[in-house]
């Protein structure tokens, strides 16, 4: 493996700043021009039909399927081929998609019942209709490898009881569900290419959408084509988008510059400022429903989704120590000196701008090297500590993680970094091979799938393998319940809870930045994170 030694001191980097206790994370005012802009709609511009799009993707996407997909750029994919039952506007409302209204919910929250469109079809030509859907959502729920069982909820029977009607039943109440079906767990696979393909769907993937799956490369580009059976064609302009691989955040930005690409997601926080100058080009930008963290391996022995077993390492058997490296991490200075001011502090799953958070879930543990040093004592552990984190090889990524070494060594630690492809992480954190993994998650609307989906003990995307009867009962409980604050009080003592044990250490919030060149307009980038690109277009009379 490949280790990154780098070391700096963070007086180096920048001032420090010593807290005691837990002190509360307020939202920061704007510094700079970081107004959210979502995106310019097509109305009153005068557009062409036609034209291929290139966009620039910062990372290989994973298998382009919905159900086992752990990927956000699968999702900036899927989201021009396979449409869900819901989605998001920008202001963060769900709204209908592929579902004809908002569920009905009855018995007590155990019965919801989705209308669903009739009379479209598939890129395939087969019919969409309740009973796809009822496929579908059967498949996300059961399928030994789905990465959505547990976003779905405590599901009794998917009934189809007339084209038009999906009846979802429930153990016990789930109200997450909704928002869950505005994700991917809500996108809705053609039953005669699963029939066809079964686990392979990902290889040519089949869905209702303004374009269709035509070919992927490995390492290089996805293609989609316009599809003309799509029941909104007629508002579809471009014939084709070519989603370009290009892990280079500075080769993003120059062939954004040349023209080459029209698209670029995921805009490093060293290029932003210089390219918002650009009158050629527009910047989108949006707060950000998730975080980045560091997830600490607790007991994922045999995989992701299998029953934790006891790990036999300082950081997994013992929560002083990871009190401790939590405590070594100097969120400010970190997050300012690293991006320029562009992102926020992070210290928990719940963002601060929800109406589920609270006082509780926005407090941050202190940076206190003393207090690490000190854990680490009581602990028994030599100092300092040897720990590996793997992270990912993308140049903003890794700038953090050298930064975060320093911080962490005055806290007693040792911090060994692993450089590793994107997807191969993925793979990484779902077979547990990791003592410490850095990466971030996109966000979703309800607070559910940013907790339960990582923290619960039974849950697949629990890839640190954690386990606490206590945090599974909060959450459940949480998931119950339909007032926004009620739920935020549960939410706040389950943070109180993470940040005693320390299973994920949060760590700061990016901004979704995205930009495009002048000539195309009706690309839209949310706070969910995903570039959605289904109904852009080039502008009349202006060079892409």
């Known amino acids: 493996m490949l280790l990154l030694r780098t070391r700096f001191t963070l007086a180096a980097l920048a001032a420090l ?37 290139v966009m620039g993707l910062s990372a290989e996407p994973d ?44 018995d007590g929250g155990l019965t919801v019942t989705i209308p669903v469109r009739t009379g479209i079809v598939f890129a395939d030509g087969s019919p969409f209709d309740a009973n796809a859907v009822r496929t579908s959502l059967e498949r996300h729920f059961t399928l030994k490898s789905s990465q959505r069982t547990s976003e779905m909820g405590p599901i009794a029977s998917i009934e189809a009881p007339d084209a038009g009607t999906v009846v979802l039943r429930y153990k016990r109440p789930f109200a997450p569900i909704t928002a869950a079906l505005a994700d991917r767990a809500g996108m809705i696979m053609s039953p005669v290419a699963l029939t066809a393909k079964g686990d392979n769907f990902g290889e040519a993937p089949v869905c209702v959408g303004p374009f ?21 064609a007629a508002n579809v302009h471009l014939d084709t988008i070519t989603y370009r691989i290009m892990s280079d955040a500075n080769i993003r930005a120059a062939n954004l510059r040349s023209g080459d ?92 701008q929800t109406p589920y958070a609270s006082p509780a879930s926005n407090a941050c543990p202190a940076f206190d090297p003393q207090r690490s040093r000190q854990l680490l004592a009581e602990a028994g552990v030599p100092v300092p500590l040897p720990v590996t984190l793997q992270v990912s090889n993308e140049q903003d990524a890794l700038r953090y993680s050298q930064a975060l070494q ?82 935020a009080e549960l939410y706040g003592q389950a943070v109180q809870l993470i940040h005693r044990e320390n299973p994920i250490v949060y760590t700061y919030r990016i901004r979704n930045i995205t930009v495009h060149t002048a000539g195309v307009a009706g690309i839209q980038v949310f706070s969910d994170g995903v570039v959605r690109l289904g109904k852009a277009a080039f502008v009349s009379g202006r060079e892409g």
């Open 63 to 106: 298998k382009l399927d919905p159900t086992t997909s752990s990927s956000l750029y699968t999702r900036f994919v899927m989201s021009s081929i396979c449409e869900k039952l819901y989605d998001l506007d920008p202001n963060g409302q769900i709204v209908p998609q592929l579902a004809t209204g908002l569920p009905t919910i009855a």
């Open 17 to 53: 700043v010593l807290l005691t206790g837990c002190v509360p994370i307020q939202k920061a005012a704007a510094r700079g021009d970081h107004t959210d802009n979502y995106g310019v709609s097509l109305a009153g511009q005068q557009v062409e039909q036609g034209g291929d799009l």
């Open 406 to 487: 320093a911080s962490v060594a005055e806290g007693g630690f040792d911090l060994r970094i692993v450089p590793v492809e994107y997807s191969t992480l993925l793979d990484v954190q779902k077979r547990g091979d990791f003592e410490l993994l850095q990466l971030g998650w996109s966000g979703r609307v309800d607070p559910d799938a940013n907790t339960s989906r990582f923290l619960s003990t039974t849950s697949s995307g629990n890839y640190g393998g954690f386990s606490s009867p206590e945090l599974d009962k909060l959450l459940t409980q949480s998931a119950k319940l339909t007032d926004p604050a009620q739920r």
């Open 261 to 352: 690409i029209q698209v670029a997601d995921t805009i490093s926080p060293q290029d932003v400022d210089a390219l918002i100058k650009d009158p050629d080009l527009r910047v989108l930008q949006s707060s950000s429903l998730g975080y980045q963290g560091i997830t600490i391996n607790t007991g994922n022995v045999d995989g992701a989704g299998k029953p934790p077993k006891p790990l036999d390492t300082p950081l997994g058997k013992d929560p002083r120590v990871r009190a401790a490296f939590a405590a070594s991490i100097d969120r400010r200075t970190l997050v300012d000196t690293v991006f320029n001011n562009w992102f926020e502090v992070a210290c928990s799953p719940i963002a601060p």
């Open 212 to 232: 269709k799956f035509v070919k992927r490369v490995p390492q290089t580009s996805i293609s989609v084509a316009r599809d003309p059976r799509y029941y909104d």
